[in-house]
């Protein structure tokens, strides 16, 4: 047994003591920031299911990219939150600085800055969140109770006499309502119950007037109905008593609150939920228009069989005559002349045949004459003329236009080399009176008169003195 350099043989006696063979420093696990953060991320994910948080915005900010950056908080805390666009798109709202919301959302860790954060997938108004979560809870308890049971809704009458309709008599349903009527069936006379549509008063108006309804029994159906609005303007419409009153009228109750997308717990409780006020008023009377088409119906069934039991009565009265005729005296000398009748029609028919077919010759030949006729000759070679000289004169414009685009180049260039473009920027050309062109000025003493050209015109001028 040889012992370890450089090791005190106390510490390998214990080593031998303990049992335990000779080991190497433990290994470090070292982590990178990237690894620490992308794990922490992890763990974060598994160990938090989705939640849901309601709180306040604060440092929201939209880029170019259409994400949602910002910072729920409370009294005493804030946390960094992301949207990305396609969940903020399914918002049905912008959300700003100071809204109080309801999110559903995970919990996560942004990597690259370490920064814990929640990735929100969907966003309510708190407030319209609670209104939500109160219509929810209370159409769920009614529905409980069976107040919404298919089994016991009323049928609408086929042809209603009077119609009652329960809504405010200055908006625009009622109006809508009217004019549905009026074009569908205007002999439904029409009773309106006026009541406030939003406000704190305007379920217990409805519900008066669905007692009142009920109490006159003066009308056939009903018709609550409103024009469109937000949550909180069809509040009115969520109410539990007036959701049993509903249930309780004896009349049938057509509801038609808001737009098509609006809901609420009258629908539920009305007998037929219309989308519209007008779709409402279509839904309880016929169209007066498919009853004259019905009535028109059977009018022409009645017709058509009473002419036929005249046309069988009418055929027996022909037959037994037939029979009579037949042992008449005079039956011969009348089939004689309905013989001769007969034979006058066919003699007129075949003589306005002849005619017809020698005037259909006449006009063929007359066509055929006309077709070899020097006028139509003549009038065809005038318009063929007609057609070459505009040819030619469309011809004539093109070569000229094609050699003044020709020429336009050959003029500028002239321009460019000519001196008279020289001229124009103020040189002149100087000569005796002779015409000899001076380059020199001791080809000019003193007293010698000579011709400056310009651009325009010419100067005589006499020299008085010069320098080389």
């Not at 949207?83 to 919990?107: E, I, P, S």
């Not at 004019?179 to 205007?186: E, I, M």
């Not at 108006?205 to 009920?214: G, H, M, N, S, T």
Request: aromatic share 6%; glycine share 6%; charged share 25%.
């Amino acid at each position: 047994m040889h012992l370890q350099r450089g090791k005190p043989q106390y510490d390998l006696a214990m080593e031998y003591a303990a049992g335990e063979p000779f080991s190497s420093p433990p290994q470090r696990d070292i982590y990178s920031v990237s690894r620490l953060n992308r794990e922490v991320r992890v763990l974060l994910e598994r160990g938090f299911a989705s939640v849901w948080l309601e709180a306040e915005i604060s440092n929201f900010a939209r880029p170019s990219s259409g994400h949602w950056y910002f910072t729920l908080k409370d009294a005493t805390s804030q946390v960094r939150c992301a949207m990305f666009r396609q969940r903020n798109m399914l918002c049905g709202f912008t959300a700003r600085d100071g809204q109080k919301v309801l999110v559903h959302a995970r919990v996560g860790l942004y990597e690259p800055r370490g920064e814990f954060q929640l990735i929100v997938d969907s966003m309510e108004d708190s407030g319209l969140g609670a209104l939500k979560r109160q219509f929810e809870q209370l159409a769920a308890r009614l529905a409980a109770e069976g107040l919404f049971a298919v089994d016991r809704k009323r049928p609408l009458p086929a042809l209603p006499r009077r119609i009652g309709v329960i809504t405010s008599p200055t908006g625009a349903a009622i109006r809508d309502i009217l004019h549905v009527l009026a074009r569908r069936f205007p002999a439904a006379a029409v009773l309106i119950y006026p009541v406030a549509v939003q406000g704190a008063a305007a379920a217990a108006e409805i519900i008066a007037a669905l007692v009142l309804a009920r109490q006159r029994a003066e009308c056939d159906v009903l018709i609550l109905a409103r024009g469109g609005g937000s949550l909180e303007d069809l509040w009115a419409f969520n109410d539990e008593a007036l959701a049993r009153a509903i249930v309780a009228s004896p009349i049938p109750v057509v509801s038609g609150v808001g737009h098509e997308i609006d809901v609420s717990i009258a629908d539920f409780a009305a007998d037929v939920r219309a989308p519209t006020p007008s779709a409402a008023a279509e839904l309880v009377v016929p169209d007066a228009l498919e009853w004259l088409k019905s009535y028109q119906a059977f009018h022409s069934r009645l017709q058509r069989i009473v002419l036929r039991r005249l046309a069988e009565q009418q055929t027996r009265l022909r037959w037994l005559a037939g029979r009579a005729a037949q042992v008449s005296p005079s039956a011969r000398l009348a089939q004689q002349m309905q013989r001769l009748d007969d034979l006058e029609r066919r003699m007129g028919r075949a003589l306005r045949k002849s005619l017809a077919d020698q005037h259909t010759g006449l006009a063929l030949r007359r066509s055929r004459l006309w077709g070899v006729s020097p006028a139509t000759q003549v009038r065809e070679a005038l318009a063929a003329q007609r057609a070459l000289q505009a040819r030619l004169g469309a011809a004539g414009r093109l070569t000229l236009r094609q050699a003044r685009e020709r020429l336009l180049p050959l003029v500028r260039t002239l321009n460019a080399v000519s001196p008279l473009a020289t001229l124009d920027r103020g040189y002149a050309i100087v000569s005796t009176e002779d015409g000899a062109i001076l380059r020199d000025a001791a080809a000019a003493p003193a007293g010698m008169r000579i011709v400056a050209r310009l651009a325009h015109g010419r100067i005589r001028a006499k020299v008085e003195g010069g320098s080389a």
